[in-house]
């Protein structure tokens, strides 16, 4: 983003702007797909590799020299447009593989997006003598790539089930289902914490350091380590949920990484660094390993020719609910001493958690009557 802003002589106010217009896009992507039921109605493979290629092409075109920032917003935006098209397509791909199994494959398929997310850090890293404009080439070429490899080596899922019709009613109908909005609400809770701590992954390394004058912490690599290891504890995640249950899962991450919220002013504290960095390794597990298991209810809980449109429209939903948290933290470290704004990062998984203990409440397991009892 910076090379961006020096390259074309843009504002430095220009980078929340560049930032905002990919999560801008991806929210009216998932929107507009949704709506028009675009996963059930055509091919999962199709669509992906159709966005892939499209979004690569906007992403390729902010090389071009000629560019202002209106038209670079402009394909930043179109860019998030299309990753709408790849990330809850990608699940729906798996959801139509697996009936039985369904966590452990979303479990890989978050994990996957886990490393992703850490990647740039690490690009930066390793590629600081490399022109900016390489990176995205770099990326463009693989997102191009990885289209073609869904057409050619994944066929449509054999519990993939068409929808018929446009089904314009989709987007309310799916909330009516209990177990369903259980689900989402929980997604709901774990996103508002989610992008808004990666995010602030390096801020919260810089703050510790400058706090206890460690100049030695190396922010990129920590940081891709942090948020990477994530792609691990989806993956773990995903097995453990087989023997103990989704929800269970789920439910345990969630909590804990509430607990890493409401205690990270006191790590700030600490005066052992191991201490500190071993605490953020754990955060950064819990924080997303609850992803693919709340991904995996909601798909479980979604009528068969809808499922594709449900998790879109969960992650449209989700997304547009990081906006606020970002933003907030932003805003909040500006007024209030860094260590102690983490703390409201726990809202989010304090009503998740409560919705679903009180959903459990509300229909619990139905005892078992002695044979003698009148």
Same mark, same amino acid.
């Given at each position: 983003?910076?090379?961006?802003? $020096?390259?074309?002589?843009?504002?430095?106010?220009?980078?929340?702007?560049?930032?905002?217009?990919?999560?801008?896009?991806?929210?009216?992507?998932?929107? #507009?797909?949704?709506?028009?039921?675009?996963?059930?109605?055509?091919?999962?493979?199709?669509?992906?590799?159709?966005?892939?290629?499209?979004? /690569?092409? %906007?992403?390729?075109?902010?090389?071009?020299?000629?560019?202002?920032?209106?038209?670079?917003?402009?394909?930043?935006?179109?860019?998030?447009?299309?990753?709408?098209?790849?990330?809850?397509?990608?699940?729906?791909?798996? $959801?139509?593989?697996?009936?039985?199994?369904?966590?452990?494959?979303?479990?890989?398929?978050?994990?996957?997006?886990?490393?992703?997310?850490?990647?740039?850090?690490?690009?930066?890293?390793? #590629?600081?003598?490399?022109?900016?404009?390489?990176?995205?080439?770099?990326?463009? %070429?693989?997102?191009?790539?990885?289209?073609?490899?869904?057409?050619?080596?994944?066929?449509?899922?054999?519990?993939?089930?068409?929808?018929?019709?446009?089904?314009?009613?989709?987007?309310?109908?799916?909330?009516?289902?209990?177990?369903?909005? /259980?689900?989402?609400?929980?997604?709901?809770?774990?996103?508002?914490?989610?992008?808004?701590?990666?995010?602030?992954?390096?801020?919260?390394?810089?703050?510790?350091?400058?706090?206890?004058?460690?100049?030695?912490?190396?922010?990129?690599?920590?940081?891709?380590?942090?948020?990477?290891?994530?792609?691990?504890?989806?993956?773990?995640?995903?097995?453990? %949920?087989?023997?103990?249950?989704?929800?269970?899962?789920?439910?345990?991450?969630?909590?804990?990484?509430?607990?890493?919220?409401?205690?990270?002013?006191?790590?700030?504290?600490?005066?052992?660094?191991?201490?500190?960095?071993?605490?953020?390794?754990?955060?950064?597990?819990?924080?997303?390993?609850?992803?693919?298991?709340?991904?995996?209810?909601? $798909?479980?809980?979604?009528?068969?020719?809808?499922?594709?449109?449900?998790? #879109?429209?969960?992650?449209?939903?989700?997304?547009?609910? #990081?906006?606020? %948290?970002?933003?907030?933290?932003?805003?909040?470290?500006?007024?209030?001493?860094?260590?102690?704004?983490?703390?409201?990062?726990?809202?989010?998984?304090?009503?998740?958690?409560?919705?679903?203990?009180?959903?459990?409440?509300?229909?619990?397991?139905?005892?078992?009557?002695?044979?003698?009892?009148?």
């Amino acid at each position: 983003m910076s090379d961006l802003i $020096a390259n074309f002589n843009l504002n430095s106010r220009a980078l929340g702007h560049l930032t905002s217009a990919v999560q801008f896009g991806f929210i009216l992507g998932t929107l #507009t797909f949704a709506i028009f039921t675009i996963a059930d109605r055509f091919s999962p493979s199709i669509v992906f590799l159709t966005c892939a290629l499209l979004g /690569s092409i %906007s992403n390729l075109g902010v090389i071009w020299e000629g560019n202002s920032l209106t038209s670079i917003l402009s394909l930043r935006f179109i860019t998030g447009f299309f990753l709408a098209g790849i990330y809850p397509i990608g699940m729906k791909i798996a $959801a139509d593989h697996f009936e039985k199994g369904l966590g452990k494959s979303l479990g890989f398929l978050v994990g996957a997006l886990v490393v992703g997310t850490a990647f740039p850090h690490l690009a930066k890293e390793i #590629t600081g003598s490399f022109p900016w404009s390489y990176v995205l080439i770099l990326t463009s %070429s693989l997102a191009a790539f990885g289209g073609l490899l869904m057409l050619i080596l994944v066929p449509n899922g054999p519990y993939r089930v068409p929808a018929k019709a446009l089904n314009l009613s989709a987007f309310f109908s799916v909330f009516r289902n209990r177990k369903f909005r /259980s689900a989402a609400f929980g997604y709901f809770g774990h996103m508002w914490e989610l992008y808004a701590w990666w995010a602030f992954v390096p801020v919260i390394l810089q703050t510790y350091g400058l706090k206890h004058n460690y100049t030695g912490l190396n922010i990129p690599l920590l940081s891709f380590l942090i948020i990477g290891i994530g792609g691990l504890a989806c993956i773990v995640g995903g097995y453990i %949920s087989q023997m103990l249950g989704t929800k269970r899962i789920a439910f345990m991450a969630l909590f804990l990484s509430c607990i890493c919220c409401l205690v990270s002013p006191w790590m700030f504290a600490t005066t052992s660094q191991s201490i500190f960095i071993g605490f953020l390794f754990l955060w950064g597990m819990v924080v997303i390993m609850d992803s693919p298991l709340f991904s995996t209810l909601v $798909a479980q809980n979604a009528s068969a020719e809808i499922k594709g449109t449900a998790l #879109t429209i969960v992650n449209c939903i989700g997304f547009s609910i #990081t906006i606020i %948290s970002i933003q907030l933290l932003n805003i909040l470290q500006k007024f209030i001493d860094p260590r102690y704004i983490y703390l409201m990062l726990a809202l989010g998984p304090i009503l998740a958690l409560l919705t679903l203990f009180e959903k459990q409440k509300q229909h619990p397991t139905k005892p078992k009557l002695h044979k003698n009892a009148v």
